[in-house]
Nanobody, 122 residues
Framework: QVQLVESGGGLVQAGGSLRLSCAAS????????MAWFRQAPGKEREFVGV????????WYADSVKGRFTISRDNTKNMAFLQIDSLKPEDTAVYYC???????????????WGQGTQVTVSS
């Protein structure tokens, strides 16, 4: 059973940066793709991006391309989401998820973290 724990969220001013972390345990992290999603109040969960198990490929939602960067360290069973030039509309709970899928759909990922809140003030 894979367990994921996100951290690094918080309150930040618009234009600032945050680095979210996702710690994995209990499974073969290095062989699974890792995705990030976010969910703003009153909205559906939204795909942010995904990184391949090898770290060699990434895919981002158009809405975050150029400001968000996903990376991973398989030696530490960690994945990261670097968010730059934060905007108030980035306010959401951010989730990491893992699985064999390579998709924008949340159904492609089998394991999820509990989420970490990011709040961007204007």
């Amino acid at each position: 059973q894979v367990q994921l724990v996100e951290s690094g969220g918080g309150l930040v001013q618009a234009g600032g940066s945050l680095r979210l972390s996702c710690a994995a345990s209990g499974g073969t992290f290095s062989r699974h793709n890792m995705a990030w999603f976010r969910q703003a109040p009153g909205k559906e969960r939204e795909f942010v991006g995904v990184i391949a198990w090898s770290g060699g490929s990434t895919w981002y939602a158009d809405s975050v391309k150029g400001r968000f960067t996903i990376s991973r360290d398989n030696t530490k069973n960690m994945a990261f989401l670097q968010i730059d030039s934060l905007k108030p509309e980035d306010t959401a709970v951010y989730y990491c998820a893992t699985g064999l899928g390579w998709s924008r759909s949340s159904r492609a990922y089998d394991y999820w973290g509990q989420g970490t809140q990011v709040t961007v003030s204007s």
